[in-house]
């Protein structure tokens, strides 16, 4: 059984919603963070990553950045560049790239059910990143980035929000620098909210696809806010974070390739031959490839594309983890030939969403690199298939377009 529940969002005023609408504060690196403040003074940057407005010798984790979050945070509100819905609501938000539309469900879900792994993840959590988002959480008060979650498509709730979006106005409908349509719905109607929750009553898990640091952060939010109130009865608001909740069927799941160093003291040749004993080796010529199905790799380097097709030995591979493409390529070539350690902290490897597109991966192969691989998509069946079976995933094995938007709903705490 999944818990929904409608909150009073805090979120732009309709004239502000483009401006304040942000990628989320990780996609960024400092001074990229920094540039899009200073092309965009409205973005919610300035208080997902408040230290854009400080000096840039300041530690990003120093309490006075969370403080300055705050501080920034209250600005927005008392400008009336953020207001607050006088009762709880749900919001339907749809984003569309290149005519692929996928609607969901603005809310929030439970701590207890995270606890209870009826949220289930896939992907372990770093302590760091999880204590900088427990503070950014602590000092706003407010849950500002929502989870990415999703769940096997039911009809009935389909059906539900379609209808919805079809007989209403969205409140929010622009286009974003990349392309990306958003349109935003806010649900003030008793009835449907019933039927909604009651309907994801039914459903018997939600899984993260993408968001386990906000989640684990929140969640432990929430358990220190439990401690110093032993009285809590479960109601409150730090019981529950913001999530946005999107059926499986509608979610897009593209490529994240990788590209390596060097070649680990070997020639092309003679690296060919090593890979041979588990992959058939089929060579390109200049034209990218990029796989077409399960278990085929593209492979460029010194300027030719290859196919790698994996032989029927790792094709009886049946482990919902070890079966899956990044974990083949890691387990049969990366590690035992090219000598690649922990992809998490191994330098000579980095990772390429799809998104780039492979003339991406020839430029970095030709430049701080050596190597590069083009890989097939991670199904979200298999994502969901590895939560399921309580293990984790390979790092860097999906990557999600479109990417939600930060700023536009926030959740208050109290």
């Given amino acids: 059984m999944a818990i929904i529940r409608p909150f009073s969002g805090v979120r732009p005023a309709v004239k502000y919603a483009e401006d304040i609408a942000a990628l989320p504060y990780d996609v960024y690196n400092r001074e990229e963070a920094v540039k899009e403040v200073e092309e965009k003074p409205y973005s919610f940057l300035r208080i997902d990553r408040a230290e854009v407005d400080m000096d840039s010798n300041i530690d990003i984790y120093d309490k006075k950045v969370y403080q300055h979050a705050r501080d920034k945070f209250d600005e927005f509100v008392q400008k009336g560049y953020f207001i607050q819905d006088d009762k709880p609501c749900l919001y339907l938000y749809e984003l569309e790239m290149n005519g692929r539309k996928q609607l969901g469900i603005v809310a929030c879900t439970s701590v207890d059910d995270y606890l209870n792994n009826n949220i289930k993840k896939h992907e372990l959590t770093r302590e760091a990143k999880e204590q900088d988002r427990i503070n950014h959480v602590d000092y706003l008060d407010a849950n500002t980035g929502p989870i990415f979650l999703t769940y096997r498509a039911e009809e009935e709730i389909n059906t539900l929000m379609d209808k919805y979006v079809n007989d209403n106005t969205p409140i929010y409908d622009f286009i974003t620098d990349d392309k990306i349509g958003h349109r935003v719905w806010v649900v003030e109607d008793d009835r449907l909210i019933e039927q909604l929750v009651l309907h994801f009553k039914n459903i018997d898990s939600l899984y993260i696809a993408d968001g386990h640091h906000r989640a684990a952060s929140a969640v432990k939010v929430a358990m220190k806010r439990r401690k110093a109130n032993p009285d809590y009865d479960g109601t409150e608001e730090f019981n529950f974070f913001l999530s946005v909740i999107f059926p499986d069927d509608q979610l897009h799941i593209m490529d994240y390739n990788r590209v390596v160093k060097d070649l680990n003291n070997y020639g092309v040749k003679e690296l060919i031959n090593e890979i041979e004993s588990n992959f058939l080796v089929e060579e390109i010529g200049s034209k990218p490839y990029k796989p077409t199905d ?12 290859y196919k790698l097709t994996a032989k029927n030995q790792l094709k009886s591979i049946d482990d919902p983890v070890q079966s899956l493409d990044v974990s083949i390529l890691y387990n049969y070539l990366l590690q035992p030939i090219l000598d690649i350690g922990d992809p998490r902290i191994d330098k000579r490897i980095d990772f390429v969403g799809g998104i780039r597109g492979l003339k991406e991966l020839e430029r970095r192969a030709k430049s701080d690199m050596k190597i590069a691989f083009s890989m097939y998509p991670t199904k979200i069946e298999e994502l969901m298939n590895i939560a399921d079976a309580s293990k984790l995933m390979p790092p ?15 959740h208050k705490l109290s």
């Fill in 396 to 410: 860097k094995s999906t990557w999600f377009e479109p990417k939600l938007r930060s700023g536009l709903f926030i």
């Fill in 294 to 305: 399960k278990l085929e790799f593209g492979m460029f380097v010194e300027g030719k594309w």
